[in-house]
């Protein structure tokens, strides 16, 4: 080969200079600067959606095991732990807490801070009558030492006399969550309660009935590990007459209504994206 031809192929293959790589890694790092930002929000976009997807179809899967059963499930979650206690966060940092319902919540209002407990008397014509009428007999309260908050739903407490077959005596009281925030409730009940109304909250749990017959699983809020109680919480409104139960909402754990998912789903959109 001539060998100025083979000096000037050979100059031509030279690498890139100094200058020229801090020149291609400034772009990329600017080009990541705005992407990295934007596959965060489609997660969050992911979340969201799957979550508001989810409330829906447990609010149409509660009502219909409600017009095949002339019930709702039995053995959902308490969200009361084997105290007593409104199963809440064992620290206020929501990073490290091991156990009971997120200690964050939605527009910075905890859940947990929106429940009491509640303590319905038994008879014929109450609250509690109201709750046991719709096909409640019996509960799952919490274990605070579960290492999965998840799963911890796993005492058995009976609402009625022989409940589940286990042959107890009818309770004289029972204890639940009830919803006194007024930040949920304006979710829940925008138009107010009416006199002799209340409304209770309870966890779609792995152990309760309609898992296998019209749930096929009992859902988790999308990659909760179990250091927060993750499950999707039903709402009923109970009536001081003893009429039966209505459902009047759902939301995951976290307290965000659908509304509020798709809120936040339509806000994780990057701009112009599709919003409907």
Known sequence: MNAGLFARLTRHR?????????????????????????IGMIGRSSDMAA???????????????????????????????TSGAVYASDTSNGDTQSRG????????????????????????????????????DWLYDHDSAATNANNSGATFRPLVADANGTGNTAPSSIDVAEVTGTYMLGKLVPQGLKTGERVVAFGVGPRNTAVSKTLTNSPIYPGCDGRYYGRYIVYFKLYASGERASLVGVSDSYGRTPDYSQ??????????GRQG
């Open 263 to 272: 809120q936040q789903f339509n806000e994780s959109l990057p701009d112009g």
């Open 101 to 136: 319902l997120p200690y964050s919540g939605a527009d910075g209002t905890r859940l947990q801070a929106q429940l009491t407990k509640a303590t319905l008397t038994v008879s014929d014509a109450t609250y509690a009558r109201s709750l046991t009428r719709s096909g409640f």
């Open 14 to 38: 030279r690498g890139f200079t100094l200058i020229e790589l801090v020149v291609v890694i400034v772009i990329i790092a600017t080009i990541a600067g705005f992407v990295i930002p934007q």
């Open 51 to 81: 979550t508001a997807k989810t409330q829906a179809d447990i609010a149409s899967n509660v009502q219909l095991f409600f017009t095949l059963q002339k019930r709702y499930p039995q053995g959902l979650d308490s969200l009361l732990d």
